[in-house]
C-alpha cells in the first residue's frame, strides 16, 4: 500500500510533503521513513522522479539517505538510473552510500559510468 507521503513525493508537491510532515510533529501523521509493501519509503520516489525540493525536504526531516527496498534500490541508485544527477549529486552530499550493491548486484559507481555514456 503506497502512503500519502509517497504519492506526494512522486507528484513533487513540496508545499503538501511540508504540510504533511509538520502534521506527523503533531500527531500520528505522515511518516518520513515509511515504506510501502515493497519497501518503497519516500525519498526512494522522490529521487526517482527527480524532485529535489522533496528530496531536500525529506532530507532535512530525517529521511534515511540509504534506506533500500525490497529489491535493494536506495535512493542514490534510483536518482541515477534515472538520469537525475542533480539529485544524485545532493544524496551523494549527504554522505548515501556509494558502494552500497543492489540485488542485481550491480553497485552505484557501475550505475555511475552506464549514465555518463
Known amino acids: 500500500m503506497t502512503t500519502p ?3 506526494i513525493s512522486q507528484c513533487g508537491h513540496q508545499a503538501v510533503a511540508k504540510l504533511l ?3 506527523a510533529r503533531r500527531w500520528t501523521g505522515a511518516k518520513v521513513k515509511q515504506a510501502d509493501n515493497y519497501g518503497v519509503a519516500p525519498l526512494i520516489v522522490s529521487s526517482n522522479y ?3 525540493s522533496v528530496v531536500k525536504l525529506l532530507l ?3 529521511a534515511n539517505v ?3 527496498d525490497n529489491d ?3 535512493p542514490l541508485s534510483a536518482s541515477i ?3 537525475h544527477l542533480e539529485v544524485a549529486k545532493l544524496l551523494k552530499a549527504k554522505s548515501a552510500k556509494v558502494e552500497q ?3 542485481e548486484g550491480s553497485t552505484i559507481q557501475e550505475a555511475t559510468r552506464v549514465c555518463q555514456n
Do not use: F, I, Y
Request: charged fraction near 25%; glycine fraction near 16%.
Open 21 to 23: 510532515l509538520a502534521t
Open 60 to 62: 532535512a526531516n530525517g
Open 5 to 7: 507521503l509517497s504519492m
Open 101 to 103: 550493491a543492489e540485488e
Open 72 to 74: 535493494g534500490n536506495t
Open 81 to 83: 538510473e534515472k538520469g
Open 50 to 52: 527527480g524532485h529535489r
Open 66 to 68: 540509504d534506506q533500500a
